[in-house]
C-alpha cells in the first residue's frame, strides 16, 4: 500500500472538484447509430455476447429502445432462465436457514469425521476428503445440473456451487442482460471471498438482496447495504470491531469467566479494526488517489465499530455497548460525539457525495465498457452526471453507452474478455443448451475465475494484462475443442450440424461478424471437421476481444 498517498491531497481529486464545480455540457448523439457494426459492438460490451440472429432483432427495433430496454431490465421475461434455475435449492434461502440446514451440519459432519479419524489413526486404510469441504470425496456422476451432494459436509460447497451455476446460466440465458453485466461489476467492486471461514451462508443473500437490487439505482444505497451485509461485515472483519472501552469490558468478562467454561455466543474483544475503513475509502468510494489520510482510516474504523452480526438471525446489527461514541473528524468534517450507528451512517453520506467518489465510479464504470483506458473528457462527463442526479448509476451508465466516445471506431474490439465472459460468449455464440454446467465451472477454475473466489478485495480484474498470456489463450482453445465435441457432455450445439462450408459461414457471421483480418478468416478454412473450425472460431484473436 502506497504511504504517501496519505500525506498529500492528490491531482485526482482536485480535478474531480474542478470538473464538478464548472458545467461540462454532454455530447451523447441524439439519435444512435443502428448499423450493423454499431449494433454488434453494443452487444459485446453490454451483454455477455451477441447470439445468432441478436444484431437484426436490435436493429428491427432500433438501438436506442434496446439500450433503453436493457436499463429497465423489469420487462424482460427471463422465463426461460427461471426454468433453469428452479432445480437449484439454496439460491431462495435467507443466511440463517442456509446456516442451519447447511453451514451448520457441515461442520459438525467435519469434527465428527475429525473424531473418526483420531480414533482409527491405527488403521491402514485411509480415505480421500475434498479439501474444499473436509468431506469424503465425490465421484463425478455429471448430472445435468449441481445436486445436493450426499452428505451433510458436502452442503457448503454446494452453496458456492449452485451460486456459481446460476451465475453463469444468467450470464448465458437471461434477458437481462445488462442487469447480469453490471452484477458482475458491482459484485467485483464490492468484492468478498467466499472460502474465508462461514463466509459461503451470507454469499448468497450478498448478490441476491445487497447486490443485484441496487445495480440501477443510487450508489448511496447501494454503499450502505454493503456496508450493513454480513457478507462484508465478516470479510473485512468488522464484526468484531469493538471501541476501546468496550474491548477492555469484553476482556474483564472473560477473565472472570471459569476456566474451560468457553466463550460465551457473543461480542468478542477483538479491538479497532480498520480493514472495513480502509477498503471503503481506498476501493469502495473515494479511490486509491482520494486524497484520505491514515487518521481518516482511523475516524472511520471508530465510526464503524458496534456494526455488526447478530448471531441468532444471522443478519446485521448495530450494537451499542460495542460503539466508539466520541466525537470524530472524516475527510475534515467534524461528527459530533454520541451519534451511535448515526456516525457510520454520516460517513457513508460523506463519501457517497465527494467528488473523488464520482470520478472513481465514473473511470471504473468508463473502464468497463470503453476501454481499459477511457477518454478523460468521458469520464469527466460522466463523474459530472454522478453528481447532478445524486449518484443515479442508471444514468451514469446511460450516459457512457451513448456517448460519442463509446462508439468511436478505436474502441472496437479493444477490451480482453475475461474468463467468465469469454465463457459465456461462447455457449451464447453457438446458441448451445447447457446440459451439464459443471465443466463449464471447472473451465473458469482453470482459466483462472471461479466465481465467487477471488480472495482480494479488489475483486477480479477487467483489464487486459490481468488475462493475456500464450497459457490462457491456450486453455481457452481447448476449452473450445470440448465445446465443439460431438460427445460433450456440458453443450448440445444444434446449429453445429450439417455442411461444413455453410456452417463455418454463419459461425463466422454470428461470432465475428464483418471486421474478421484475412489471416484469421485463412486459418478458420484450413479445418477439415466442425470441431476443429468451432475451436478456430472461439480460439480467434477476434473472438478474445469485445
Known sequence: MNVDRFTRPTRLMAVAAVVLATTVSPTAAPELPNDAASVRHTLSRLTFGARPGDVARVQRIGLERWINDQLTPGVADNADLRARLAAFETLTLDSSQIARDYVIPAREARRAQ????????????????????????????????????????????????????????????????????????????????????????????????????????????????T?????????????????????????????????????????????????????????????????????????????????????????????????????????????????????????????????????????????????????????????????????????????????????????????????????ASAVRALDANVRNVRPLLRALQELGMPSYLCQPPTGYADTAEAWVSSGALVSRMNLALELASPGGRAIAAPGLRGDLVAVRTQLVADALGETIARDTLATIEKATTTQQMVALVLGSPEFQRR
Open 227 to 423: 456496508a450493513q451485509s454480513p457478507a462484508m461485515l465478516f470479510y473485512l472483519d468488522n464484526w468484531l470491531s469493538t471501541s476501546a472501552d468496550a474491548t477492555r469490558v469484553l476482556a474483564q468478562r472473560a477473565a472472570r469467566r471459569p476456566p474451560g467454561a468457553g466463550a460465551p455466543n457473543g461480542p468478542r474483544a477483538a479491538g479497532l479494526n480498520e480493514n472495513y475503513g480502509r477498503e471503503l475509502l481506498e476501493l469502495h468510494t473515494l479511490g486509491v488517489d482520494g486524497g484520505y489520510t491514515q487518521q481518516d482510516v482511523v475516524e472511520v474504523a471508530r465510526a464503524f465499530t458496534g456494526w455488526t452480526i447478530d448471531p441468532r438471525t444471522q443478519s446485521f446489527r448495530f450494537a451499542p455497548a460495542l460503539h466508539d461514541n466520541g466525537a470524530k473528524v472524516v475527510l475534515g468534517q467534524k461528527i459530533a460525539a454520541d451519534g451511535g450507528i448515526r456516525d457510520g451512517e454520516r460517513v457513508l453520506d460523506i463519501l457517497a457525495s465527494h467528488p473523488a467518489t464520482a470520478q472513481h465510479i465514473a473511470l471504473k464504470l468508463a473502464r468497463r465498457f470503453v476501454s481499459d483506458t477511457p477518454p478523460p473528457a468521458l469520464v469527466a462527463r460522466a463523474a459530472k452526471r454522478f453528481h447532478d442526479t445524486d449518484g443515479d448509476l442508471r444514468e451514469v451508465v446511460r450516459t457512457i453507452v451513448t456517448s460519442p466516445e463509446f462508439f468511436a471506431a478505436d474502441t472496437t474490439r479493444t477490451k480482453v474478455k475475461t474468463p467468465l465472459e469469454f465463457v
Open 114 to 225: 475429525q473424531r473418526a479419524s483420531s480414533a482409527n489413526a491405527s488403521t491402514n486404510g485411509t480415505t480421500q476428503v475434498d479439501p474444499s469441504s473436509g468431506a469424503p470425496a465425490q465421484g463425478d456422476a455429471s448430472p445435468q445440473m449441481p445436486r445436493r451432494p450426499n452428505g451433510a459436509a458436502m452442503g457448503q460447497r454446494l452453496i458456492i456451487e449452485e451460486l456459481a451455476s446460476s451465475k453463469l446460466l444468467r450470464a448465458v440465458y437471461s434477458d437481462r442482460q445488462l442487469e447480469e453485466v453490471l452484477v458482475d461489476f458491482w459484485f467485483n467492486h464490492f468484492n468478498v471471498f467466499a472460502g474465508k471461514g462461514r463466509e459461503p451462508q451470507f454469499i448468497t443473500s450478498y448478490e441476491r438482496d445487497t447486490i443485484r437490487p441496487h445495480v440501477m439505482g443510487h450508489f448511496r444505497e447501494l454503499l450502505g447495504a
